[in-house]
Structures are given as structure tokens and as C-alpha cells.
């Protein structure tokens, strides 16, 4: 089996290389403004602007004039007409190929924030039938197995007891974390302990650009 780098970015974006290709997940307004700049492919959950910043897009599209974008309608109307044919809109059940990449979305909304706020659209990725998978804003759980689970640890949206249940009933091999710029130095020992106690897999925080093979 080829390895696959992945490498932590601020926030909820990640970029795995292999083989020469390099995919970006979700480089949104809380991450580096280069995050996706060498991408191939970028793939974005959600329109919420920690996942999804319209610069940062066309940084990365202008850069990389081959460099293709996968996200959902919302997402993909801000801004196909300045790309035409390199920005694809996905729903859940679809498969494509992106840099090398096999994927298949799963899930079709945000997780409640309140129930006065309306839900939006939210996709999750798998790549690679199951060594990765990054869910954006929900915990949907895929209907394979998962070798390793990017788990969105912190957000408005969610309560740590959400989490802990979330890592138990995907059961994957390892957990990375993401979705974490809200939290504090002091606090992140409080998570790693109970992820890691109790969610039934090995637990990883990587820092911002520090990378690991998968």
C-alpha cells in the first residue's frame, strides 16, 4: 500500500500528498493564506467561512492553472464563472478522482447549531476507500471501514460527549485531530485526555505543519 502524508494545517484543513499528487481539504479563513497554494485538487465541506475562503481559492486556481475544485452547489456558485470547467459540484453518493485520489461523499447537512438557525449543506470526504476521511461540520459516519478519522473536536456545534460518540460507532484505527482553532493551549490537554481514554482509537494532535504518514 502507497503511503499517504498528511499534514495538519490551522484549523480544519489538511493536505495529504501521494505519488505526486497533493489534495487540500477545506482551506478556509482560519487557516494560512497559502494553505492550498500547490494543491491539484481542493476539496471544501461546507460555505462557512473557516472552510471555505473565496481568496484563498483563487490563489490556489490562479497558481495552478491544472488545480481543480470539488465542493457542494453553495460553494461552487461563488465561484465556477471565474474558473469555467475546473470547479465540480458533488452530493452525497457521488465518486470522483482528484489528484490521484479516489473519493466518495458522504452526508448532506451541517450539523444543528440551534435549532432557531437554519442547517445547511455539508458533505463529508473518504478518500481512498477509507484511509481517510475528513467530515467537515457533521459527524456522519461513513458505511466502510476508516483507517484514520479527521474529528472535529471543538466547534459551537458540538459537546466532547458528541465527539467521544462519534470516534466509538465509526471505529477507525486512528484519530486526528482538526477543527481545533477555538481552543485553548490550557484546554487541549482536557481533550486529548478524554479522546484518547475513551474513544476506543489511537489519538493524534499534530501542530500546524507538522505532518505524519497514513
Known amino acids: 500500500m502507497t503511503l499517504m502524508k498528511l499534514t495538519k494545517k490551522s484549523h480544519a484543513c489538511v493536505r495529504l500528498e501521494k505519488e505526486g499528487g497533493t489534495l487540500v ?18 476539496l471544501v465541506t461546507h460555505e462557512h467561512p473557516d472552510h471555505f475562503d ?19 452547489r453553495s460553494v461552487a456558485e461563488k465561484i465556477s464563472a471565474a474558473f469555467p470547467g475546473r470547479v465540480h459540484t458533488v452530493g452525497h453518493g457521488d465518486t470522483f478522482t482528484a489528484a490521484g485520489f479516489d473519493v466518495q461523499v458522504h452526508g448532506e447537512l451541517h450539523a ?4 432557531d438557525l437554519p442547517r ?3 458533505v463529508g470526504y473518504l478518500i481512498d476507500g477509507g484511509r481517510v476521511f475528513h467530515p467537515g461540520d457533521a459527524l456522519t459516519v461513513p458505511d466502510q471501514p476508516v483507517e484514520t478519522l479527521l474529528a472535529p473536536v471543538q466547534a459551537p456545534w458540538s459537546k466532547i460527549a458528541e465527539v467521544i460518540e462519534f470516534i466509538r460507532e465509526v471505529k477507525p484505527r486512528r484519530v486526528y485531530d482538526i477543527h481545533d482553532a477555538l481552543l485553548t ?6 481533550y486529548d485526555t478524554h479522546l484518547g481514554n475513551l474513544g476506543g482509537a489511537e489519538h493524534h494532535r499534530l501542530a500546524s505543519g507538522v505532518s ?3
Request: zero cysteines; aromatic letters at 4%.
Open 25 to 42: 481539504l477545506d482551506p478556509g479563513g482560519f487557516t494560512e493564506e497559502d494553505a492550498a497554494i500547490g494543491a491539484d485538487a481542493i
Open 212 to 214: 505524519a504518514e497514513v
Open 120 to 122: 445547511i449543506t455539508n
Open 112 to 115: 444543528v447549531i440551534h435549532p
Open 54 to 72: 473565496e481568496g484563498r481559492l483563487r490563489a490556489a486556481l490562479e497558481a495552478h492553472p491544472a488545480a481543480e475544485i470539488w465542493t457542494l
Open 185 to 190: 493551549d490550557l484546554a487541549r490537554p482536557i
